[in-house]
């Protein structure tokens, strides 16, 4: 059975930083892509990055780019999510979630999602 | 980057009927079109992928279709639990993109 559960959300002060976490179970995080996508309040959804099964391949969304870093640790089975220099408009729910099709680099399809951490930017 | 366009905004149907969903891409993106169902409080849930593809486990009154620029999700007949927001997302090109939503209410 496929799970992903989120921590590490909280408020944050703008220009602090905070690291999310995501603990998966079910399945190997070295053999699927995974995601970030957050949702700020009342609003739609937005993708901010994403890793390669291999590990290697990275990818950022525009408006997180040089202040998000995506990175996992194989041995714990853990996604996590660096992100400095927070914003007010980085205030969101953050869902980590996993490709659909395993060993691919052009999958792209989010299944399944976690159930999100809310991280709140606020002086 | 592209834009993905969903309408109408809130659609206002009864159980029992039909629901017809768009998604208008701002260029072509082929088949690489997904949909997701998201309730209340809840994640979002895949329920098509490359555009007509039902994921595992959803019913058969969901389906989807197009190509190029313009996308359709279907709900045959609305059962309770579906009242919901959609979005469409595509994989066609970086960044992946979402729709603006589309939510389903009685």
């Known amino acids: 059975h496929v799970q992903l559960v989120e921590s590490g959300g909280g408020v944050v002060q703008p220009g602090t930083s905070l690291r999310l976490s995501c603990a998966a179970s079910g399945f190997s995080l070295n053999t699927y892509g995974m995601h970030w996508v957050r949702q700020a309040p009342g609003k739609g959804l937005e993708w901010v990055a994403v890793?390669?099964?291999?590990?290697?391949?990275?990818n950022y969304g525009d408006s997180v780019k040089g202040r998000f870093t995506i990175s996992r640790d194989d041995s714990k089975n853990m996604l996590y999510l660096q992100m400095n220099s927070l914003r007010g408009d980085d205030t969101a729910v953050y869902y980590c979630?996993?490709?659909?099709?395993?060993?691919?680099?052009?999958?792209?399809?989010?299944?399944?999602w976690g159930q999100g951490t809310l991280v709140t930017v606020s002086p | 980057e592209i834009v993905l366009t969903q309408s109408p905004a809130t659609l206002s149907l009864s159980p029992g009927e039909r629901a017809t969903l768009s998604c208008r891409a701002s260029?072509?993106?082929?088949?690489?079109l997904a949909w997701y169902q998201q309730k209340p409080g809840q994640a979002p849930r895949l329920l098509i992928y490359?555009?007509?593809n039902r994921a595992t486990g959803i019913p058969a009154r969901f389906s989807g279709s197009g190509s190029g620029t313009d996308f359709t999700l279907t709900i045959s007949s609305l059962e309770p639990e579906d009242f919901a927001f959609y979005y469409c997302q595509q994989r066609s090109k970086w960044p992946l993109t979402f729709g603006g939503g589309t939510k389903v209410e009685i």
């Open positions: 490359d555009a007509s």
């Open positions: 890793i390669g099964y291999d590990g290697i391949n990275k």
């Open positions: 979630a996993k490709d659909k099709t395993s060993y691919s680099h052009t999958d792209d399809w989010f299944d399944p």
């Open positions: 260029q072509s993106i082929s088949s690489n």
